[in-house]
């Protein structure tokens, strides 16, 4: 499954580009006021989980963050991003792998992801998923899913919708909710998605 589902985001970044996908975004304007509420120092340790080529990795370059990680299955997606940054991606860890087989080797004082948690449909996917988060954060997580007024598939793949409730009980063990709010992100086409995007802190009792 995993091999199948590496090859399916390798040829969505080999065939297409940032105006043809529906993730595109200008400015990650939600993900970086969730980051920038954490109140965290410059040197604290983020991790963009299915960070692809995402511009979230620039904008926090560009505000001084020094300990930047972007995950993603796909290495063609970050290939692009480490293309666009030129010389400033020797500042940043990259890595490729599916999450739901990264075996971390530090802790991370924020872990964002926008658009990733909801492909992940099975108990066992999402079990690694949070078993991970718990491992490695040591501070706050904050998601982005598709909401349940958003697209049931994405990219062709199905997905799994999440309601506030649904997406704190997920993440019940070991996380506490700071706060939800729903958002509609307009695609490069002209189409609108309604995004639940929530913040957490990790209970590290």
């Keep these: 499954m995993t091999l199948d589902r590496k090859k399916h985001w390798e040829t969505v970044y080999e065939t297409k580009n940032p105006d043809q996908v529906s993730w595109t975004q200008k400015i990650p304007k939600t993900s970086l006021e969730f980051i920038h509420s954490f109140g965290l120092k410059k040197t604290a340790k983020i991790i963009d989980i299915g960070g692809g080529d995402s511009k979230l990795v620039d904008y926090l370059l560009d505000e001084g963050f020094e300990n930047i990680t972007v995950l993603d299955i796909s290495s063609k997606s970050l290939e692009k991003a480490k293309n666009r940054l030129g010389e400033k ?117």
Aim: net charge neutral; aromatic share 12%.
């Design 89 to 205: 991606a020797s500042k940043v860890n990259w890595i490729v792998s599916d999450i739901t087989e990264f075996e971390p080797n530090m802790t991370f004082d924020v872990w964002h992801d926008r658009a990733t948690f909801h492909f992940l449909t099975t108990t066992d996917q999402i079990k690694k998923y949070m078993k991970t988060a718990r491992n490695c954060v040591n501070g706050f997580l904050t998601i982005g899913t598709f909401s349940k007024n958003g697209p049931e598939k994405c990219s062709g793949l199905e997905i799994k919708q999440y309601n506030e409730k649904e997406l704190t009980a997920e993440l019940n063990n070991g996380f506490d909710k700071i706060k939800c709010i729903t958002e509609d992100h307009v695609t490069p086409f002209n189409t609108t998605q309604n995004f639940l995007f929530c913040s957490f802190k990790r209970r590290l009792h």
